[in-house]
C-alpha cells in the first residue's frame, strides 16, 4: 500500500476532515429549521419538533462530533458506511421521525461507532485513561434507549422511562464526556504553554479531582432516570461544579494571554461549571431544569467543539493554532447564543425574538466554522501534492 507525505496510508482519512464539516452543517441547519417547525405553525420539518431538535442535537450532532474526534484515521469503506449511516439517518429522522427506519437508523450509526471507537481507548494501563471508551459508549446506547421510549413498545414495558428522562440523561453524558476529554485537552496544552514561559504547573491532570468527576457526574446520569431522586442528582451536579471551577483555576490560565485559543477553551470548560451547577440548583428547587441545561448544550458544547474542531483542523492543515479573531468570535457568538435562550427561559416560543437571536448566532458561528473546514481541507490536500 503507497503512503503520502504524511506517512499515512492513502486509502485512509482522517474521520475529523469528514464529520467535523458534516457536524457543523448539522447544526448550522437543525437549530433554525426547529425554531421554524414550531413557530410558522407548518410543523415542518416534523423531525425537529418537541424533543426531536434534542434528539438531533445529541444523538446527530454531537455523535459525529464523537466520531471526527476518536476515529483518527480509518479506511475510506469505514468511514463511507459510517457515514452513509450518519446522513440517512438524519434525512429519515427529519422528514418522517415515526418512521421504523428513521427510529433504527440513528442507533445504528450510534452502535457501530461505538463498535470501531470504544476499542481504541481500551489499551491504556489506568482506568481513568481507559475511561474514554466506556463514556462514548454510554452515549451511544442512550441511542438506543431513546428509540425504545420513543417506540410502540415502550407503553408494554413498565420500567421504560420517556424521551425526556432520557434525553436529560444524555446531556449529563455529555457533561461528563466534554469534562473529561475537554480536561485531557485543556491540561497539556496549558502546561505546554506555560514551560515554554519558564512557568511549571503543578496541577495538569489533577488526578483526585478527575477521579470524583468520574464518580460523581455517572451517579447523577443513572439518578436522572429517577423521578424521585432529582434532588440527590442536583446535588452531585452542584458538587461536580464546584470541581470543575477548582480544577480550571488551578491551571493557572491566567498566564495565558497569549494563548486566546487556550482561554477559549477554558471559557468553555467554564460554562460546563455554570451548566453543571444551574442545572443541579433547579433539580434542588423542583423547577424545570431544561433552560439551565441549554449552558451545557449551547455554551459548553457550542464553545468546545468549534474550539476543537478549529484547533484540530489548523494544527494539521497549517501546523499552527487558529487565528486569534476566529476563535473570539465563536467565543462570542456562543455566549449571545446561550445568553438569548436563558432569556427565553422555559415558555421560549413566548419570547420569539430572543429565540431567533440565540438560533442565528449558534447557526451563523457553525456555518462560518464549516466554511472555514473546508477551506483548511482544501488546503491540507493541495499541500499534499
Known sequence: MTSDNSGMPRKNMHAFWLFFPAASLLAALAVPLSVYSALSGTGWPPGLLGSGHGHELIFGFALALVAGYTLGPQ??????????????????????????????????????LARHAVPRFQAA?????????????????????????????????????????????????LLLLMTFIGG??????????????????????????????????PLALVLTFLPFAAAGAGLLLLISAVLIVIRAIRWELWHCGNRPDLLVLALG??????????TGFSLLQ??????????????????????????????????????????????????????ARLDAGVTPFAKPHVLW??????????????????????????RRK
Not at 84 to 91: E, G
Not at 145 to 163: D, E, H, K, R
Not at 322 to 332: E, R
Open 75 to 112: 479506511p475510506r469503506r469505514v468511514l463511507a458506511l459510517l457515514f452513509l449511516l450518519w446522513i440517512l439517518a438524519r434525512i429519515s429522522w427529519l422528514l418522517a421521525p415515526e418512521n421504523l427506519a428513521a427510529q433504527l437508523l440513528s442507533p445504528a450509526f450510534a452502535l457501530l
Open 125 to 173: 494501563k489506568k482506568w481513568r485513561n481507559r475511561i474514554t471508551g466506556p463514556l462514548i459508549l454510554i452515549l451511544c446506547l442512550l441511542s438506543v434507549v431513546f428509540w425504545f421510549a420513543n417506540s410502540i413498545l415502550a407503553g408494554s414495558i413498565q420500567p421504560m422511562p420517556g424521551t425526556r428522562p432520557v434525553m436529560m440523561a444524555a446531556i449529563v453524558g
Open 184 to 217: 485531557r485537552i485543556i491540561a497539556p496544552a496549558v502546561a505546554g504553554t506555560l514551560e515554554k514561559r519558564g512557568i511549571p504547573l503543578k496541577a495538569r491532570v489533577q488526578p483526585r479531582i478527575e477521579g470524583m468527576l468520574l464518580i460523581i457526574l
Open 269 to 278: 470548560y467554564l460554562w460546563l461549571a455554570a451548566g453543571a451547577g444551574a
Open 286 to 339: 423542583g423547577t424545570d431544569p431544561i433552560p439551565a441545561m441549554h449552558l451545557i448544550t449551547i455554551g459548553a458544547l457550542g464553545t468546545l467543539s468549534t474550539s476543537v474542531m478549529l484547533r484540530l483542523a489548523w494544527q494539521r492543515a497549517r501546523r499552527t493554532t487558529p487565528p486569534s479573531w476566529q476563535v473570539i468570535g465563536i467565543a462570542v457568538g456562543m455566549a449571545i447564543a446561550v445568553l
Open 357 to 382: 437571536l440565540s438560533a442565528v448566532s449558534w447557526s451563523g458561528t457553525y456555518a462560518l466554522v464549516a466554511l472555514q473546514l473546508v477551506v483548511l481541507f482544501r488546503h491540507s490536500q493541495n
